[in-house]
């Protein structure tokens, strides 16, 4: 954010990438909303949020204490003291969880969500634990997240996330027991090809009926930044 936000991370491990970023700007968060940020890891995207949007309340979900010790000090580091937190929970964990620290259901505007998306059948997974755990997912976590974010949503709170395009069929799957009015942002690594990732934004109870709108490319022809990802990237 060419700057703007300043993130401590481990040297090894899983690192902050494009996607993170692009989540953050897909989350149609407004002043006086309270956000969570589902797997925030070292809160990369959460703190995006709070960056570009004021007056949101940001609240970092990261299961991995180390990681959550660390968002904590990134939300330090970033000035955001008075609008954001970091707890440490399972994101698949008991409701009753999540109210013991203070995350209580029903009470969130929006939720944003990077959830480990790669099959571990087809995936030749990382020997670095916490690199394994934020890329390879169980065969129900996706479900267990969508279903996390539903009950801390309130009746008009909407849930974005990002996954891998050749997966968006799981999303639509996940998203249907509780979702609704469903739009789908195609991402684009290259011009002419496949897309490689969905940004997917719902509603929760909504009704309106899917929209896939056009896509984002992330690179030209040539493999140079389109200035598109540039100003969601940078800006």
């Known amino acids: 954010l060419g700057g703007r936000l300043r993130l401590k991370q481990k040297r090894k491990g899983h690192r902050v990438g494009h996607d993170a970023i692009l989540l953050a700007a897909a989350t149609d968060a407004v ?6 940020d589902l797997g925030a890891g070292v809160g990369a995207a959460g703190l995006a949020v709070a960056s570009r949007v004021p007056g949101v309340n940001v609240t970092l979900v990261e299961i991995d204490p180390e990681l959550s010790a660390i968002a904590a000090e990134n939300i330090a580091r970033n ?8 707890v440490t929970l399972d994101v698949s964990g008991a409701a009753g969880e999540f109210s013991a620290a203070g995350v209580t259901p029903g009470s969130y505007d929006r939720v944003l969500m990077n959830p480990p998306f790669n099959d571990a059948a087809r995936t030749n ?13 169980s065969p129900h976590l996706l479900a267990q997240w969508v279903d996390a974010a539903s009950r801390l949503l309130h009746s008009a709170g909407t849930l974005t996330m990002i996954w891998r395009a050749d997966a968006l069929a799981e999303v639509l799957k996940a998203l249907e027991p509780s979702f609704g009015s469903i739009v789908v942002l195609p991402v684009h690594g290259r011009a002419g090809q496949p897309a490689i990732r969905v940004i997917v934004r719902a509603s929760k109870g909504g009704r309106a009926p899917l929209a896939v709108i056009p896509g984002l490319l992330l690179n030209d022809a040539a493999g140079k930044p389109t200035a598109e990802a540039e100003e969601i990237l940078r800006a």
């Open 31 to 36: 002043p006086g909303d309270l956000v969570a």
């Open 79 to 86: 000035g955001f003291a008075e609008r954001a937190r970091a």
């Open 125 to 137: 997974a990382s020997p670095d634990v916490s690199r394994r755990m934020a890329h390879v997912a």
